[in-house]
């Protein structure tokens, strides 16, 4: 079966750079959801969408930036990037009105030099 | 299809006390994993507590274990000597293997909101 595709896997970018991590849902999945997870840290919920428009929103820095395309697919666009940014990026998805049922991508891990 | 249910919209719990949280799930996979999520007003998801199905022994952390039963596929969340900072809503959440293609689901109850009285 489909899974959710994150792109790139891994990516390393200076400080002050700018990246972007893309996601691609499981077809039919209308909602996207992107969290960040530090280094021993517990993921943190940064914003999610659902029919291309911003559902939900939570951790995101202003630095930071998402979207949601006609294809569902999203794109998290990180500008500025510290040290600190540096973590394993999750992109979930799932169907509209089921929320709590969310399938989670391999993640992309960005590390920040 | 796998479910979480969570039957308790909210609790009340006297600091020191002790509470527990239900949980029930259901899945036909053998090896997954289990979690108990706080999430406080900042809408943080702090993970309190993880369990692997294919470990009989239950989950401790501090003043936070769980009573794991797999037949009954029940997985409640105690917790002792309940302080004020531990007001909060709470997720069981259920996480499939991963898949061929790398994807895993996670699965969340609706959540029970504790609150802590002094």
């Known amino acids: 079966a489909a899974g959710v595709i994150q792109s790139p896997r891994h990516l390393i970018k200076e400080k002050r750079e700018t990246a972007t991590l893309k996601c691609y849902p499981i077809?039919?999945?209308?909602?996207v959801y992107w969290y960040q997870q530090g280094p021993g840290q517990d993921p943190q919920f940064l914003i999610s969408?659902?029919?291309?428009?911003?559902?939900d929103k939570g951790s995101i820095p202003d630095r930071f930036s998402a979207q949601q395309f006609s294809d569902y697919h999203s794109e998290l666009n990180m500008s500025s990037l510290e040290l600190g940014d540096s973590a394993l990026y999750f992109c979930?998805?799932?169907?509209?009105?089921?929320?709590?049922?969310?399938?989670f991508g391999p993640g992309t891990r960005l590390t920040v030099t | 299809a796998q479910t979480v249910t969570q039957s308790q919209p909210e609790m009340s719990v006297q600091e020191a006390e002790t509470v527990t949280l239900s949980c029930t799930y259901d899945?036909?996979?053998?090896?997954?994993?289990l979690f108990w999520y706080k999430q406080p007003p900042s809408r943080q998801m702090i993970l309190v507590i993880r369990?692997?199905?294919?470990?009989?022994q239950n989950a401790t952390e501090n003043r936070f274990s769980v009573n794991f039963q797999k037949a009954a596929k029940s997985f409640s969340l105690k917790i002792s000597d309940s302080q004020l900072g531990d007001a909060a809503m709470y997720f069981c959440?259920?996480?499939?293997?991963?898949?061929?293609?790398?994807?895993?689901?996670?699965?969340f109850g609706t959540g029970t909101r504790l609150k802590v009285l002094a």
């Open positions: 369990q692997e199905a294919y470990k009989q």
């Open positions: 959440a259920y996480r499939s293997p991963v898949g061929t293609s790398g994807t895993y689901k996670y699965i």
């Open positions: 969408f659902y029919e291309k428009m911003q559902s």
């Open positions: 979930a998805s799932s169907l509209a009105g089921i929320v709590y049922e969310q399938y």
């Open positions: 899945t036909s996979e053998s090896d997954y994993y």
């Open positions: 077809p039919r999945h209308d909602t």
